[in-house]
C-alpha cells in the first residue's frame, strides 16, 4: 500500500519570505500524481499543485512549485513571497494513475502559519 | 470548474437521532464519491467509496450500518449518520471523481457534526 509522509507538523515563515514544505511517499507504482492541497481556517480543500509522474519538469503555479525527485520518492512544496492568506494547513496526497477512481492517499499534513 | 455542493454545514443534534449530509456534483458526473472524516488537527480519513448505483465499500473499522451512504444518482451522494452519538462529532468531507477529472479530486466544503 502506498504512504505518504509529511515529517515537519507545523512550520511558520516571515512574510514575503520562501518555504519549504517537505514530503515523501512510498510506492511500487511507476504511474501515479502527486498533489498539495491547502485547508484554511474555513476547512475547504483547495488544489494548489499537481504532479504526474511521468513528467520530468517541476509543476509551477504562480508563488507554488514542487521539487519532484521520483527515484528518492520526494515532492516538497516551495511557497515564494510567503502571503498571510498562506496560513494553512497543507496535505501532500498520492494517487495512482492506473484507475481513476480510486482514493488520495494523504499525508499528516503541515501547519504553516505567516508571520507579518 | 467542477464543483460539489456539500449540506448542511453545519448540524446540531441529539444522541440517538439520525443526520443526513447531502453532496452534489454540479456541473459534472460524480461516478465515485469518497467520504471522509476529520478530527481536529489531522488528517482526512477514508471512511468509504462509493460508485453511482453501487453499494459502498467501507475501509475497515468504519460501521457501515451506522454511516449509511447512497449514491443512487451520478449527482448526488448521501452520508446519513444512524443514531448520532457524542463521538461521531466530527467534520465530514466529501470528494467527488467523474469522467473528465483527471487528475485531483473535487471536494466539498465539509460538515460540521456537533452531536449533543
Known amino acids: 500500500a502506498q504512504t505518504v509522509t509529511q515529517s515537519q507538523p507545523e512550520m511558520s515563515v516571515q512574510e514575503a519570505e520562501t518555504v519549504t514544505l517537505s514530503c515523501t511517499y512510498d510506492?511500487?507504482?511507476?504511474?501515479?500524481?502527486l498533489f498539495w492541497y491547502k485547508q484554511p481556517p474555513s476547512r475547504q480543500m483547495i488544489l494548489v499543485i499537481r504532479?504526474?509522474?511521468?513528467?520530468?519538469q517541476n509543476a509551477t503555479e504562480n508563488r507554488f512549485s514542487v521539487n519532484f525527485q521520483k527515484a528518492a520518492k520526494s515532492f516538497s512544496l516551495k511557497i515564494s513571497d510567503s502571503q498571510l492568506g498562506d496560513a494553512a494547513m497543507y496535505f501532500c496526497?498520492?494517487?495512482?494513475?492506473?484507475?481513476?477512481?480510486?482514493?488520495?492517499?494523504f499525508g499528516k499534513g503541515t501547519r504553516l502559519s505567516v508571520i507579518a | 470548474g467542477a464543483v460539489v455542493s456539500q449540506h448542511p454545514s453545519r448540524v446540531i443534534c441529539k444522541s440517538g437521532t439520525s443526520v443526513k449530509i447531502e453532496c452534489r456534483s454540479l456541473?459534472?458526473?460524480?461516478?465515485?464519491m469518497f467520504w471522509y472524516r476529520q478530527f481536529p488537527k489531522q488528517s482526512l480519513m477514508l471512511m468509504a467509496t462509493?460508485?453511482?448505483?453501487?453499494?459502498?465499500?467501507?475501509e475497515q473499522g468504519v460501521e457501515k450500518d451506522k454511516f449509511l451512504i447512497n449514491h443512487a444518482s451520478l449527482t448526488l451522494s448521501t452520508l446519513t449518520v444512524t443514531s448520532a452519538h457524542p463521538e461521531d462529532s466530527s467534520f465530514y468531507i466529501c470528494?467527488?471523481?467523474?469522467?473528465?477529472?483527471?487528475?485531483?479530486?473535487?471536494f466539498g466544503s465539509g460538515t460540521r457534526l456537533t452531536v449533543v
Open positions: 470528494s467527488a471523481w467523474g469522467r473528465g477529472l483527471y487528475y485531483g479530486y473535487t
Open positions: 510506492t511500487s507504482e511507476s504511474d501515479y500524481y
Open positions: 504532479q504526474e509522474a511521468y513528467k520530468q
Open positions: 496526497a498520492y494517487r495512482t494513475a492506473n484507475s481513476g477512481n480510486t482514493p488520495l492517499v
Open positions: 456541473d459534472f458526473q460524480a461516478t465515485t
Open positions: 462509493s460508485n453511482e448505483g453501487s453499494k459502498a465499500t467501507y
